[in-house]
């Protein structure tokens, strides 16, 4: 399982122990990729804290800017930070040099309102294909109460 968030620095991501020298290098690259070159993920200030096989778990502090009409997280919102989830979670199954994961679908079941606080999406990978993938991602809110359910198909996309 993976282990505990690093604290402030962006790049420095909780990885799990018995990874290989190779695995820790290409999941050192997914986290390097997803913090320095994802304009969108620093539009919403999600980060990513944690990378294991088929797993990993981003935070968001939901503030203002985060909020719809109704003073709630605005669904937009959670459904990126699951997406993210579980689209990263599937990257580490993928050879980076000629994979990468897109999605195609996407369902969220959206359980109850957000106002304020840290906000974490568990993604993880249920089933990898040679062309799809299905994962799944809880967000849940500080408090732990999960907030919102989401299922993901994801095409496994050739590299050009």
């Known amino acids: 399982m993976m282990k505990g968030d690093k604290g402030g620095d962006p790049l420095a991501v909780g990885l799990p ?8 290098d290409r999941f050192e690259e997914i986290a390097r990729q997803r913090t320095r070159f994802s304009p969108y993920y620093e539009l919403l200030g999600m ?26 997280v605005h669904g937009g919102a959670l459904a990126s930070l699951a997406d993210a989830a579980m689209g ?3 990257a580490t199954l993928l050879d ?7 999605t ?7 359980l109850c309102p957000v106002r304020e606080g840290t906000l974490e999406a568990r993604g ?13 991602a809880e967000v849940l809110d500080g408090e732990g109460r999960l907030v919102a ?3 993901g198909t994801f095409a496994v996309r050739q590299r050009q």
């Open 149 to 151: 359910k989401a299922l």
């Open 88 to 90: 990263v979670a599937l």
């Open 96 to 102: 980076p040099l000629c994979e990468r994961p897109v």
């Open 17 to 24: 122990d018995g990874l290989t020298v190779e695995e820790r």
């Open 124 to 136: 993880r990978v249920l089933q990898r294909g040679r062309t799809l993938a299905l994962g799944e």
């Open 47 to 72: 980060r990513l804290a944690e990378l294991g096989k088929g797993e990993s778990r981003f935070l968001m502090e939901a503030e203002g800017r985060h909020l719809n009409a109704g003073g709630v």
């Open 104 to 110: 195609v679908e996407m369902k969220v079941n959206f």
